[in-house]
């Protein structure tokens, strides 16, 4: 503990001396926490909007607290599993094929029913599931999949600032758990948001497969040494 409050010191003491890295890296981790909480909440709302008031209410409930356990369990282990050689390279991989599913849902979504709860998820293109059983299990299945991207992408970015690393697994699970269902409103009436937040998990994505092949600790070419 001691050693993660260090951490957390010393980078944000780069941040108020004007380190450009830093900031950087800063910049980067909230906005991607802002664009994929926004995203989470609207494809959550999305999958429940076919269910009655009640019904729909208890799936939205197990989502944004199910994307809080799951983002805070891999925020525990994410930044030892980036110490495996490839992982980092296939954590750039996803964060590439989420950048891609987030074009297709700013560029062409299609129409949803929406709930009312979640402000913007009527234009997200997710079909409603049938069936409270069948709405529980699909976001749960989300919430995995979003939850991981979240943090490769902040683990990404802020890789050489581990105490920045630290505070923006933080934020990113209390804007999930506080603020969501706002992101997503703000997202949906503000699309330049969404997309600023894609380059910037494009660029995460290019930045992580690139040390992911090359780095002297954990790159793939150390494989063939």
């Not at 998990?201 to 040390?211: D, E, F, N, R």
């Amino acid at each position: 503990m001691q050693e993660i409050w260090g951490h957390i010191v010393a980078d944000f003491a780069g941040l108020f001396s004007g380190s450009g890295s830093a900031w950087l890296a800063f910049g980067q981790v909230i906005l991607i926490d802002i664009v994929l909480a926004g995203d989470n909440a609207i494809v959550i709302g999305a999958l429940a909007a076919g269910l009655p008031a009640d019904q729909r209410k208890k799936v939205i409930l197990i989502g944004i607290v199910a994307a809080l356990v799951l983002r805070i369990g891999f925020a525990l282990v994410v930044t030892q599993l980036l110490q495996v050689i490839g992982l980092v390279f296939a954590g750039g991989v996803l964060l590439l094929w989420v950048a891609w599913k987030m074009w297709r849902e700013i560029g062409h979504g299609g129409e949803s029913a929406g709930s009312p709860e979640i402000a913007g998820d009527e234009h997200s293109g997710v079909k409603p599931a049938k069936s409270f059983a069948s709405a529980a299990w699909a976001v749960a299945v989300a919430d995995v999949s979003m939850s991981l991207d979240n943090v490769l992408a902040v683990a990404g970015a802020a890789r050489d600032h581990p105490g920045i690393l630290m505070v923006g697994l933080v934020i990113a699970v209390a804007l999930m758990g506080v603020a969501a269902n706002i992101i997503a409103k703000y997202i949906e009436r503000y699309r330049w948001i969404a997309w600023i937040g894609l380059a910037v998990i494009v660029y995460v994505a290019g930045s992580m497969i690139y040390t992911g092949i090359t780095d002297q600790e954990i790159g793939l070419l150390q494989l063939f040494r």
